[in-house]
């Protein structure tokens, strides 16, 4: 008897099979994204709700507002006495609310986001006690952890669209969530000093991005650093605050064009900024960044040396990011931003 047929029935039968299971698969890891994303939505609006149970009145009014509020775009990295910002001021707080405020920003942010927001503020601490500038009120700029900032731009909720917006001298962290979404852009990570001593440790807040960046440009050949490196001196943030809406076109090398290893490298920088938000949201906000590899660019302006005070960009069709050295290297300037989706402009939508 012929047993070919059998063969090409079981053969088939087992494909079958491998499909469904994998198709399957994906709708179990697809189900537990959500699932992951809902959780997370719901510790986030859970220990707002719970710092906000802690205000009076005139403070609530200082830091809940309307969604249609032109509070949300105000932020900027420049300090207090530069810029008013209008919100509920950390110093304002008790102890316990600024706890609150501590356990809230924990709770959104990854564990590697929230190390780096709290080593911004701490160089900003430094320097407040160098003198640069004083504490309270008076003219002029004020430095320090006092002189931070948080709002929340609609209700903390698990289902409706609302920000949490918190920020101050070389910070904005504006992350809008809507359900099991949510968007970091734009947010502005910058730091001055660019490195401190801190209970007896060397902090740089920004020191693995400045690093993986050289890393990078310098594994690039002769011909891809040629497109790279662009011909104009960049000294400043291109899109950094009061740049809503703008674009830029696209310059430096296409990732398309990358070996495997710098595209590994070029991703590896990205996280960096993309995985401030808490992991059931940078993950798949990372994938759908790398799914635009081909229209994904790496630009550089400046010496290629580290050490070096040099900008850098990567711009795709949902991303921008910028690192722009402030005459120097000490004091650093970056910029996160989603074109398409700043303040959560496609989802608060959905």
């Known amino acids: ?15 079958v099979a491998t499909i469904v299971a994998g198709s399957f698969l994906s709708r179990a890891l697809t189900s537990q994204t959500l699932s992951n994303q809902s959780g997370t939505t719901a510790r986030i609006a859970g220990a707002a709700q ?39 001021r950390l ?46 009120g008076g003219g002029g700029p004020r430095f320090g952890l006092d002189e931070y900032y948080i709002a929340f731009i609609g209700t903390p909720s698990t289902t409706a669209p609302w920000m949490l917006q918190f920020g101050g001298h070389h910070l904005a962290i504006n992350l809008t969530l809507a359900g099991n979404q949510a968007s970091m852009a734009p947010s502005l990570p910058a730091t001055q000093p660019a490195s401190f001593t801190f209970e007896g440790k060397t902090v740089r807040p920004l020191g693995d991005e400045n690093d993986k960046a050289f890393l990078l440009i310098n594994a690039l050949d002769a011909k891809q650093k040629g497109q790279a490196i662009i011909g104009s001196r960049v000294a400043d943030l291109v899109l950094g605050p009061g740049q809503d809406g703008k674009t830029i076109q696209p310059e430096g090398i296409r990732a398309s064009a990358l070996s495997a290893q710098q595209q590994t490298m070029l991703w590896d920088i990205v996280r960096e900024w993309s995985g401030i938000m808490a992991d059931a949201y940078a993950e798949p906000r990372f994938t759908e960044l790398k799914s635009h590899l081909n229209d994904t660019y790496f630009a550089w302006s400046g010496p290629t040396t580290n050490g070096s005070a040099a900008y850098f960009r990567i711009q795709g069709p949902t991303l921008v990011i910028e690192y722009a050295p402030q005459n120097g290297v000490d004091h650093i300037h970056t910029i996160y931003r989603d074109p398409t989706n700043d303040y959560g402009a496609k989802i608060a939508k959905r």
């Open 1 to 15: 008897m012929d047993s070919r047929p059998q063969f090409r029935t079981a053969a088939v039968s087992t494909i």
């Open 50 to 88: 719970a710092f906000v149970s802690t205000l009076d009145e005139r403070a609530r009014a200082k830091a809940v507002y309307p969604t249609d509020s032109a509070q949300k775009t105000n932020w900027s990295n420049l300090p207090t006495g530069i810029y008013q910002r209008n919100s509920l």
């Open 91 to 136: 110093g304002d707080l008790n102890p316990a609310q600024r706890a609150a405020v501590m356990k809230l920003l924990a709770t959104a942010l990854s564990a590697e986001g929230y190390r780096k927001v709290v080593d911004i503020m701490n160089g900003d601490e430094l320097l407040q006690q160098r003198g640069s500038a004083g504490r309270g």
